[in-house]
Nanobody, 121 residues
Framework: QVQLVESGGGLVQAGGSLRLSCAASGSIVGISAMGWYRQVIGKQRELVARITGGGYTYYADIVKGRFTISRDNAKNTVFLQMNSLKPEDTAVYYC???????????????WGQGTQVTVSS
């Protein structure tokens, strides 16, 4: 079973920075990509940033130039460095892993429990 444990959320003033971490553990035989989503109550969960095993990255337009995603493949860990934070970045941030637990499984999405990020104005 794949487990994702997030850390690094918290309260920060506008213009500040936070760094989120997500460590994957358990049975993992192949990871296609890891990433971060965020969700505000009453709204759909949205993709923030994503990184493939080969290092290809994708960013939502609203975070380009401010957020940086990186990954330690050896430790199955993904990071999200968030700079120049804005109040509208306030949300619960969820770690995502797309991969397979065994060679017999089809790739699927796994989710962390979420970590709250609050940016005060």
């Amino acid at each position: 079973q794949v487990q994702l444990v997030e850390s690094g959320g918290g309260l920060v003033q506008a213009g500040g920075s936070l760094r989120l971490s997500c460590a994957a553990s358990g049975s993992i035989v192949g990871i296609s990509a890891m990433g971060w989503y965020r969700q505000v109550i009453g709204k759909q969960r949205e993709l923030v940033a994503r990184i493939t095993g080969g290092g290809y990255t994708y960013y939502a337009d609203i975070v380009k130039g401010r957020f940086t995603i990186s990954r330690d493949n050896a430790k199955n860990t993904v990071f999200l460095q968030m700079n120049s934070l804005k109040p509208e970045d306030t949300a619960v941030y969820y770690c995502n892993l797309n991969g397979r637990a065994t060679i017999f499984d089809s790739p699927r999405d796994y989710w962390g429990q979420g970590t709250q990020v609050t940016v005060s104005s």
